[in-house]
């Protein structure tokens, strides 16, 4: 069974910082992995997926990157602004139905 | 826009009472999922439908629970007797028709439910 561990739970920073959200999960047999964010009491917006065979994926201040073998995943975001504040999951896909969410960072860019 | 709408938004109900909410893609997608979040977790995987057929239930679907897809484009979720646990946000989920890319989804906005 898959399992997904977010760290750091939640994260402060002032605006302009760069930070670096993780991702960690236990089967490294994925087809792909999804990032991504969610407003207080909103559904969930796409952000990047990145491929089991690709290592990084970019989209503007965006970049995930992905060790399949290591079971890892990083989501950098560069320049963060007050409206980046939201809280952002990963998720695996390990097969053709589901995917499994970690519980996510809530992250918090004051101005 | 995602194109998923659920209804409704928001639901409150006493406990015991039976609810229903409803999924309707914008297009036509073979595939389409639900999901439940609860305070302060990741959504986890409710069900999943082929077309009209309902292929794979997580053990969080008990039988109080039913869900259909009678014509293979919106989707219904059924709660019968509804428990305060059921409390959550219910989510549903339709793959990316526009590429080739596995198993992407995109979600609507949800249903909020509260049993009191």
């Known amino acids: 069974k898959q399992e997904v561990t977010q760290i750091p739970a939640a994260l402060s920073v002032p605006e302009g910082e760069n930070l670096v959200l993780n991702c960690s999960f236990t089967d490294s047999a994925i087809y792909n992995l999804q990032w991504f964010r969610q407003d207080p009491g909103k559904g969930l917006t796409s952000l990047l997926l990145?491929?089991?065979?690709?290592r990084e994926q970019t989209s503007g201040r965006l970049n995930a990157s992905l060790d399949k073998s290591s079971g890892r995943s990083t989501l950098y975001i560069a320049a963060s602004q007050p409206g980046d504040s939201a809280t952002y999951l990963c998720a695996p896909n390990s097969g053709y139905s589901t995917l499994t969410f970690g519980k996510g960072t809530m992250l918090l860019v004051s101005p | 826009d995602t194109g998923v709408s659920q209804n409704p938004r928001h639901k409150i109900t006493k406990r015991g009472q039976n609810v229903t909410f409803r999924c309707d893609p914008i297009?036509?997608?073979?595939?389409l999922y639900w999901y439940r979040q609860t305070l302060g977790q990741g959504p986890e995987f409710l069900t999943y439908f082929q077309n009209e057929a309902q292929l794979e239930k997580s053990r969080l679907l008990s039988d109080r629970f039913s869900a259909e897809r009678p014509k293979g484009s919106f989707s219904t979720l059924e709660i019968q007797r509804t428990e305060q646990g059921d409390s959550a946000m219910y989510l549903c989920a339709i793959p990316n028709a526009g590429t080739l890319i596995y198993n992407e989804q995109f979600f609507g906005p949800g249903t909020r439910l509260t049993v009191l």
């Open positions: 990145i491929q089991s065979s690709q």
């Open positions: 297009s036509e997608h073979n595939r």
